[in-house]
């Protein structure tokens, strides 16, 4: 039973572009959803993440946005970058250390 | 400022083999997790443990898999008579108190391959 659903599973996009990431979750005791990215043959590394109380969070190029009531939350990745070419997971957490992750999007950003 | 290690980074073993998946936690952090992330996964949580103590084990195979994290050493994934199904990358991630997961650093993980 996957409690995080991601989509897409992967998408291009082109250098200065934008790229959208899309997470659903269950349930409602999850309270800190963070994202994380991974490349090739490292472990995932903590983004960016938000809590429910607030809808949105912004660092740099990296947006999240937080619907509370549709438990969705999504990840902005703004003027997309070569660096960006990663693996991003969503995830949910509970009791404080918990972490349910998505399926993961595999995002390659053309020059 | 070493990261958290672990060691071996990839890992054959035959069926019916055994595998042993260490993971040394950053200088500081007493608490270990142990996840699995099997191909176009996810991560999975597997066990939680904290020194000479296993906290949350909810998330492991009842049958052929362990974990400790002694007073001295390493944290030891270990699963016994792997079976194919068991090929996947096995991180672990450390912390230095169990306050919450943003405090969570991973491991670059270890592949396990079952022929």
């Known amino acids: 039973q996957q409690q995080v659903k991601q989509s897409p599973q992967s998408l291009i996009v082109q250098k200065g572009g934008i790229s959208i990431i899309n997470c659903a979750y269950e349930?409602?005791?999850?309270?800190?959803f963070p994202w994380y990215q991974q490349f090739p043959g490292k472990g995932p590394a903590l983004l960016i993440a938000?809590?429910?109380?607030?809808s949105e969070k912004k660092e740099g190029r990296f947006t999240i946005s937080f619907n509370k009531s549709a438990k969705q939350f999504s990840l902005h990745i703004m003027d997309s970058q070569p660096g960006d070419s990663a693996t991003y997971f969503c995830?949910?957490?509970?009791?404080?250390?918990?972490?349910?992750f998505g399926a993961g999007t595999t995002v390659t950003v053309r020059a | 400022n070493a990261g958290v290690m672990q060691n071996p980074r990839h890992l054959v073993r035959r069926r019916g083999q055994e595998a042993r998946l260490r993971c040394s936690p950053m200088?500081?952090?007493?608490?270990v997790y142990w996840y699995r992330q099997l191909p176009e996964e996810g991560l999975k949580f597997m066990v939680y443990?904290?020194?000479?103590?296993?906290?949350?084990e909810s998330g492991m195979p009842k049958e052929r898999f362990s974990a400790e994290f002694p007073k001295e050493g390493p944290s030891i994934l270990r699963i016994q008579q792997v079976v194919r199904g068991d090929s996947a990358a096995y991180f672990c991630?450390?912390?230095?108190?169990?306050?919450?997961?943003?405090?969570?650093?991973f491991g670059p993980g270890t592949r396990l391959t079952v022929t």
């Open positions: 991630a450390s912390s230095p108190s169990d306050r919450g997961s943003y405090e969570q650093y």
């Open positions: 938000i809590r429910p109380d607030v």
């Open positions: 200088k500081g952090h007493s608490h």
């Open positions: 443990l904290q020194k000479e103590n296993i906290i949350d």
């Open positions: 995830a949910a957490e509970f009791n404080d250390y918990k972490l349910s």
């Open positions: 349930n409602t005791a999850f309270d800190y």
